[in-house]
């Protein structure tokens, strides 16, 4: 079966950091390119980061510079490194695997940036 | 950017067709997916590539792309189907590859 677990998510003042993890199991992970996907309580769903099978890395200009985003295949394992935190980022964060569309998604973990 | 726009609720009654619609610049020439979410859970794929339904989704799911119109249509609409759908693309022209649209609550009646 195939899971994504997210972890790491937390209570951060504004400008500080956070990083999250994605552990995957069930597929084979470096076979596919992985995406990080938030939404802030009762809004829609925004496009984070993507990370292809070869370590190419793609962001919407609202994290670029800010958030990096990671693979370790050997450990499959997905992480999203963020920095320079805003109120504007708060949300769940998924991960989710990218086959054509989002054919799995994580459960997500909860980022709230606050002081 | 790419927008893409969505009704923000559709109701309809138990038995009867459920349609919602996501508009945007000829996105006929997209390939559309469609999420489920219901509250206090991640999205759930139920139409890929405008109209193909992953395993496990019900036939009473369907979808349909032309001009600058995609709209997914839910038959024999149940009590279970009542969630938040959303609409997404992949856009190659803009910083945002994906694009999602803003979500459609449904309610069943």
């Known amino acids: 079966e195939v899971q994504l677990v997210e972890s790491g998510g937390d209570l951060v003042q504004p400008g500080g950091s956070l990083r999250l993890s994605c552990a995957a199991s069930?597929?084979?992970?470096?076979?596919?390119?992985m995406h990080w996907v938030r939404q802030v309580p009762g809004k829609g769903l925004e496009w984070v980061s993507a990370i292809g099978i070869r370590g190419d890395t793609y962001y919407p200009d609202s994290v670029k510079g800010r958030f990096t985003v990671s693979r370790e295949n050997v450990k499959k394992s997905l992480v999203l490194q963020m920095n320079s935190l805003r109120a504007g980022d708060t949300a769940v964060y998924y991960c989710?695997?990218?086959?054509?569309?989002?054919?799995?998604w994580g459960q997500g973990t909860l980022v709230t940036v606050s002081s | 950017s790419y927008v893409l726009t969505q009704p923000p609720s559709v109701s309809v009654a138990p038995g009867q067709t459920a349609t919602i619609t996501c508009g945007g610049n000829y996105i006929g020439s997209k390939n559309v997916h469609w999420y489920q979410q219901k509250p206090g859970q991640a999205p759930v794929l139920v139409v890929y590539n405008d109209s193909d339904r992953p395993s496990g989704i019900p036939e009473r799911f369907s979808g349909s792309n032309s001009g600058d119109t995609a709209t997914l249509i839910i038959s024999r609409v149940e009590a279970g189907d009542e969630a938040d759908y959303h609409c997404q693309v992949w856009d190659y022209n803009s910083d945002r590859l994906v694009v999602f649209g803003g979500g459609t609550k449904l309610t069943v009646l």
């Open positions: 989710a695997r990218w086959a054509g569309s989002y054919d799995k």
């Open positions: 069930g597929f084979t992970f470096n076979n596919y390119d």
